[in-house]
């Protein structure tokens, strides 16, 4: 490759990097930045209410979402579990049985 087609390749490859990284950045910022604002009021959630999962009432008018997490008595979230393991390698304290 003779130097002024290395010189073009390396500027290209540079603006090809920064437009990445610029990018990226800019996600990173917009999202942060959605996620602090306040929700406008027609999208506030209540709060929920303690149902029977035997008994489903009417859905209200509309569109809505629920999610039900039921939770074993004994889970250990899967996040938890691999900090576990990443301590016991790294010589941190391993988990607690």
Do not use: H
Not at 23 to 30: K, P
Not at 36 to 52: A, L, M, T
Not at 80 to 97: A, F, H, M, Q, V
């Amino acid at each position: 490759m003779r130097p002024d087609q290395a010189t073009s390749w390396y500027r290209r490859m540079c603006a090809l990097y920064a437009i990445g990284a610029w990018s990226l950045l800019g996600s990173a910022f917009f999202t942060y930045g959605q996620k602090k604002s306040n929700p406008p009021e027609g999208d506030k959630v209540e709060e929920q209410r303690d149902v029977s999962t035997i008994e489903i009432p009417e859905p209200p008018k509309g569109f809505y979402v629920e999610t039900i997490v039921t939770y074993k008595e004994d889970f250990v979230p899967i996040t938890d579990k691999i900090l576990n393991y990443l301590k016991s390698w790294t010589g941190g304290p391993g988990p607690e049985s």
